[in-house]
């Protein structure tokens, strides 16, 4: 995103390069046909589940006059608008937590005003709503969405990580409740004695994780050894809202045997009982509110403000990533403004507002590119094959799948040509280079000499399915749960703990800010693992000392933010926490640490290393004293994506099925000793007096063997090279 602090200018920009690409952004969600339901069903229950929950919390906390029906139904028209005018169509919106604090602290000023009162709360909430748009107006103007650009990985993954501490925190919370008598019940009824909550919670527990560890597992489930592949694929795309389906089953099983209420469910009143519907003409009381409430409703609307601006501005940033190698331009400017219409909306029918949500966003871009994922490589492999079955060369070979990817890529009108030729570039070169290296390049190939799902799935690019319908199917059926909640009032209140856990671990892969704790943690033994897999230049570049000092301060730094949240209202002042990293991280660190340190540490775009081989990362600088793996500790292929696949890999050469390793070479069975510069782009590599019988096995890769590549079945030669 360009810097602009010319008025309108930003906008202007934002509209133009979304224009371009309107009409694609729809045509590109129905080309996708059925598929486009994986994502769309994941990214609705990560989205309706909190929404629900935060509905209930709101109806506590304000004695009913809110409940889950006004969340939904602010999540869902939001979204649809957002899904149809906004900006950028990967960006979630929801009703979040931080909204759910203010309201509540706005309510219980009301009520204890008796100018306002429990009667015109929503009445002058409404008018917060109006300032709060006005002043989102004036920063979308002025071009405040610039300074997004200041925000490195520090900031950014450091609030993703809060956000998942706080739906953690609401999970724990949740199932302690659950061995408690809720405030709204009658203490004396008999499933609130002592034996019977102590077997609600028990149950609880049970449902909650069950709920998380089956979830995570199905999410996995294309790398599982069982199964047909189209069973495998069912499962991740649909296994977790599954999941809650059986979850929910489960929960009916001893029915008969214990009282009514064990386990606990959902409560909200219906979109049809009386007092469910009163919001919708607030804006006729709104005239009856003192006209110094109405000034002072600027207050907490200025904290409301910079709430969404971070809020709203980081959601849609962590949505697009570097690492997510998106084609269509950002809209921060235009969201904004769009923002600010939809909350003065909002207020004035009386419905709290919503804004971009974490890790929601996120997590539908993730979701997003596993769908163009598996849509690239399943019309690759059909492509190899043909072209195998035909007795076509390498060469020929990798000219036809170049021309079915850029087929299947939606041109850019704005778009430099140079940029959509890349392709398979890196498909392509690496595995050539190796061909031509070792055997005939024109030589016929087929199946046996080349491991087709094994090239095509290391060498993909990344890339994400950008449109819009998914977007706006999750919003309408976000809706429809409003007309469906006698039926949602099934699920237990533990399922809903036990997803909001599965959500806050699942945000977590992926977060550099985590995978340092993690090393921290990690011992020196065991640190040759992290070499083995996709990592940042970090942890090659960057002495370990210095990454713990750095995680540390970063740690310390969370703790307090997430500290301030337990404070009553000035928790909901957090992000100003965050935007405090900006000048702390342009004039405060560079004391502390070495700039070229601070670049690898806390780039806003880094690249990531591939897995080494093991003989090549044993005796790297985390430790001479590493040592081998058991059997049994092979990490598992993350196809779904989940994990740290995201970030662009550039930096050193792929270490694939077609790339030889030193494993082959008699003279290599000595561990060697890296050194690595990702700035240089060099290996170099030392002798180690360390050697073992065991040489080149790698637990991840078994065995590692040379590729049969541009090796034609008829060519003896190429097999005696083998054999010498």
């Given at each position: 995103?360009e810097?602009?602090?010319?008025?309108?200018?930003?906008?202007?920009?934002?509209l133009?390069?979304?224009?371009?690409?309107y009409?694609?952004?729809?045509?590109?969600?129905?080309?996708a046909?059925l598929?486009?339901?994986?994502?769309?069903t994941?990214?609705?229950?990560?989205?309706?589940i909190?929404?629900i929950?935060?509905g209930?919390q709101?109806?506590?906390?304000t004695d009913?006059?809110l409940?889950?029906?006004?969340?939904l139904?602010?999540?869902?028209?939001?979204?649809?608008?957002?899904?149809?005018i906004g900006?950028?169509p990967?960006?979630i919106?929801?009703?979040?937590e931080?909204?759910?604090i203010?309201?509540?602290?706005?309510?219980?000023?009301?009520?204890?005003?008796?100018?306002?009162?429990?009667d015109l709360?929503?009445?002058?909430?409404?008018?917060?709503?109006?300032?709060?748009?006005?002043?989102?107006?004036?920063?979308a103007?002025?071009?405040?969405?610039?300074?997004?650009?200041?925000?490195t990985?520090?900031?950014?993954?450091?609030?993703?990580?809060?956000?998942?501490m706080?739906?953690m925190?609401q999970?724990?919370?949740?199932?302690?409740?659950e061995?408690?008598?809720?405030?709204?019940?009658?203490?004396?009824?008999?499933?609130?004695t002592?034996?019977?909550?102590?077997?609600?919670?028990?149950?609880?527990?049970?449902?909650s994780?069950?709920?998380l560890?089956?979830?995570?597992?199905?999410?996995?489930?294309?790398?599982?050894?069982?199964?047909?592949?189209?069973i495998?694929?069912?499962?991740?795309?649909y296994?977790v809202?599954?999941?809650?389906l059986?979850?929910?089953?489960?929960?009916?099983?001893p029915?008969?045997?214990?009282?009514?209420?064990?386990?606990?469910r959902l409560?909200s009143?219906?979109?049809?009982?009386?007092?469910?519907?009163?919001?919708?003409?607030?804006?006729?009381?709104?005239?009856?509110v003192?006209?110094?409430?109405?000034?002072?409703?600027?207050?907490?609307?200025?904290?409301?403000a910079?709430?969404?601006?971070?809020?709203?501005?980081?959601?849609?940033q962590?949505?697009?990533?570097?690492?997510f190698n998106?084609?269509?331009?950002?809209?921060?400017?235009?969201?904004?403004l769009?923002?600010?219409?939809?909350?003065?909306?909002?207020?004035?029918?009386?419905i709290?507002?919503?804004?971009g949500?974490?890790?929601?966003?996120?997590?539908?871009?993730?979701?997003?590119?596993t769908?163009?994922?598996?849509?690239l490589?399943?019309?690759?492999?059909?492509?190899a094959?043909?072209?195998?079955?035909?007795?076509?060369?390498?060469?020929?070979?990798?000219?036809?799948?170049?021309?079915?990817?850029?087929?299947?890529?939606?041109?850019?009108?704005?778009?430099?040509?140079?940029a959509?030729?890349?392709?398979l570039?890196?498909l392509k070169?690496?595995?050539?280079?190796a061909?031509?290296s070792?055997?005939?390049m024109?030589?016929?190939i087929?199946?046996?000499?080349?491991?087709?799902?094994?090239?095509?799935?290391?060498?993909?690019?990344?890339?994400?399915?950008?449109?819009?319908?998914?977007?706006?199917l999750?919003a309408?059926?976000?809706?429809?749960?409003?007309a469906a909640?006698?039926?949602?009032?099934?699920?237990?209140?533990s399922?809903?703990w036990?997803?909001?856990?599965?959500?806050?671990?699942?945000?977590?892969?992926?977060?550099?800010?985590?995978?340092r704790?993690?090393?921290?943690?990690?011992?020196?033994?065991?640190?040759?693992?992290?070499?083995?897999?996709y990592?940042?230049?970090?942890?090659?570049?960057?002495?370990?000392?210095?990454?713990?000092?750095?995680?540390i301060?970063?740690?310390?730094?969370?703790?307090?933010?997430?500290?301030?949240?337990?404070?009553?209202i000035?928790?909901?002042m957090?992000?100003l926490?965050?935007?405090?990293?900006?000048?702390?991280?342009?004039?405060?660190?560079?004391?502390?640490?070495?700039?070229?340190?601070?670049?690898d540490?806390?780039?806003a775009?880094?690249?990531?290393?591939?897995?080494?081989?093991?003989?090549?990362a044993?005796?790297?600088?985390?430790?001479?004293?590493?040592?081998?793996?058991?059997?049994?500790?092979?990490?598992?292929e993350?196809?779904?994506?989940?994990?740290?696949?995201?970030r662009?890999?550039s930096?050193?050469?792929?270490?694939?099925?077609?790339?030889?390793?030193p494993?082959?070479?008699?003279?290599?069975?000595?561990?060697?000793?890296?050194?690595?510069?990702?700035?240089a782009?060099?290996?170099?590599?030392?002798?180690?007096?360390?050697?073992?019988?065991?040489?080149?096995?790698s637990?991840?890769?078994?065995?590692?063997?040379?590729?049969?590549?541009?090796?034609s079945p008829?060519?003896p030669?190429?097999?005696?090279?083998?054999?010498?």
């Amino acid at each position: 995103m360009e810097e602009t602090f010319v008025p309108f200018e930003g906008i202007k920009n934002d509209l133009r390069g979304r224009l371009m690409c309107y009409k694609q952004d729809w045509t590109g969600g129905i080309r996708a046909g059925l598929r486009i339901l994986a994502p769309t069903t994941y990214i609705f229950f990560a989205s309706a589940i909190p929404v629900i929950s935060f509905g209930e919390q709101l109806e506590r906390n304000t004695d009913g006059v809110l409940t889950a029906v006004q969340t939904l139904v602010s999540t869902s028209i939001c979204g649809i608008i957002h899904s149809i005018i906004g900006g950028q169509p990967l960006l979630i919106l929801g009703v979040a937590e931080p909204t759910v604090i203010m309201y509540t602290f706005m309510f219980n000023f009301a009520k204890e005003r008796p100018e306002l009162g429990r009667d015109l709360f929503l009445a002058w909430t409404g008018w917060v709503c109006v300032w709060t748009a006005l002043l989102l107006f004036l920063l979308a103007i002025l071009g405040a969405c610039s300074i997004i650009n200041r925000f490195t990985r520090i900031a950014g993954e450091l609030f993703g990580l809060l956000i998942a501490m706080l739906f953690m925190q609401q999970a724990i919370k949740g199932l302690v409740d659950e061995f408690r008598i809720p405030g709204r019940e009658n203490p004396k009824a008999v499933e609130f004695t002592t034996p019977w909550r102590f077997a609600n919670g028990m149950f609880a527990l049970v449902l909650s994780f069950g709920l998380l560890l089956t979830a995570l597992r199905s999410r996995k489930a294309r790398s599982w050894r069982y199964g047909s592949g189209w069973i495998r694929s069912l499962i991740a795309d649909y296994g977790v809202p599954l999941m809650v389906l059986v979850w929910t089953g489960v929960s009916y099983i001893p029915s008969g045997n214990v009282p009514h209420g064990i386990p606990r469910r959902l409560f909200s009143p219906n979109p049809w009982s009386p007092g469910a519907y009163e919001n919708w003409t607030v804006i006729k009381d709104m005239v009856h509110v003192p006209i110094v409430y109405i000034i002072g409703a600027f207050i907490p609307a200025t904290m409301i403000a910079v709430l969404y601006y971070f809020d709203h501005s980081v959601a849609s940033q962590l949505s697009q990533q570097k690492e997510f190698n998106l084609r269509k331009p950002s809209s921060y400017h235009y969201d904004l403004l769009l923002l600010g219409f939809l909350t003065l909306m909002c207020g004035l029918i009386g419905i709290p507002p919503s804004n971009g949500v974490i890790p929601q966003s996120p997590m539908h871009t993730k979701s997003l590119a596993t769908l163009k994922h598996q849509l690239l490589r399943n019309r690759l492999m059909i492509t190899a094959r043909k072209s195998i079955s035909k007795n076509a060369s390498l060469g020929q070979l990798y000219g036809n799948m170049q021309e079915v990817y850029h087929q299947m890529q939606t041109p850019l009108i704005y778009q430099d040509p140079s940029a959509r030729a890349q392709g398979l570039k890196e498909l392509k070169e690496s595995t050539i280079q190796a061909a031509t290296s070792m055997g005939n390049m024109n030589a016929p190939i087929d199946e046996s000499l080349f491991d087709i799902e094994k090239e095509i799935d290391d060498l993909l690019p990344v890339e994400v399915k950008e449109q819009r319908l998914s977007n706006l199917l999750q919003a309408v059926m976000v809706g429809g749960c409003v007309a469906a909640m006698p039926v949602l009032k099934k699920i237990p209140t533990s399922v809903l703990w036990g997803y909001f856990a599965f959500m806050a671990i699942e945000s977590l892969p992926g977060n550099q800010f985590w995978e340092r704790i993690l090393l921290l943690f990690t011992a020196p033994s065991r640190r040759y693992k992290v070499l083995e897999d996709y990592h940042a230049t970090f942890v090659e570049t960057v002495p370990f000392k210095t990454i713990a000092t750095f995680t540390i301060f970063q740690t310390i730094y969370l703790l307090i933010c997430f500290g301030l949240t337990w404070v009553p209202i000035a928790g909901v002042m957090f992000p100003l926490m965050i935007m405090l990293l900006v000048p702390l991280r342009q004039y405060f660190l560079p004391k502390f640490f070495k700039g070229a340190h601070l670049q690898d540490l806390d780039a806003a775009e880094y690249e990531e290393q591939t897995a080494l081989p093991y003989n090549l990362a044993t005796q790297s600088e985390f430790g001479a004293g590493a040592s081998h793996a058991g059997e049994g500790e092979i990490l598992d292929e993350v196809i779904t994506r989940s994990r740290g696949e995201f970030r662009h890999t550039s930096c050193s050469p792929r270490i694939t099925s077609s790339t030889p390793t030193p494993g082959n070479d008699p003279k290599s069975h000595l561990s060697p000793r890296l050194s690595f510069s990702s700035r240089a782009g060099e290996l170099t590599t030392e002798q180690s007096p360390r050697s073992g019988a065991r040489g080149h096995y790698s637990p991840k890769a078994r065995e590692v063997k040379l590729s049969n590549l541009g090796r034609s079945p008829l060519n003896p030669d190429s097999k005696q090279q083998d054999n010498k």
